[in-house]
């Protein structure tokens, strides 16, 4: 079966509607608002050493407690990281709607599908 690809059809495909619908989608979404940001990726795995073991300070005193000795000396600690994989895939969806639809409609049929696009994503 033919079918028209991206590469195709990339003249006719409105840049300003994907970059409005992905701004929306990151101002409508609780956890992109909150998390921070990955870099885009150029392969489908990206390794990213995180954090998995936080630096620990103890009083330096002549008590006998479980984090300080008990002669005066500075506690010592250390930092841990872990290798943790990004796995990057494409979401998407397609909303097809024939011509003659939208011809007939009375009503903006892309006012309506635009919201539950940005939801889906």
Do not use: C, H
């Not at 079966?1 to 970059?19: K, N, Q």
């Not at 930092?79 to 943790?84: A, D, G, M, T």
């Not at 796995?87 to 097809?96: G, R, S």
């Amino acid at each position: 079966m033919a079918t028209i690809d991206r590469s195709g059809a990339e003249a006719l495909i409105p840049e300003d509607v994907a970059s409005e619908i992905f701004k929306q989608v990151s101002e409508g979404s609780a956890i992109m608002r909150t998390a921070r940001k990955l870099p885009n990726g150029s392969r489908k795995q990206k390794r990213l050493p995180v954090l998995s073991g936080l630096v620990s300070a103890g009083f330096v005193t002549g008590e006998v407690t479980q984090d300080a000795p008990t002669d005066g000396r500075k506690p010592t600690s250390r930092q841990l990281w872990v290798n943790k994989f990004i796995d990057y895939e494409e979401i998407a969806v397609i909303v097809p709607i024939p011509e003659n639809v939208l011809d007939d409609a009375e009503f903006d049929i892309w006012g309506e599908v635009r919201p539950e696009i940005i939801a889906a994503v």
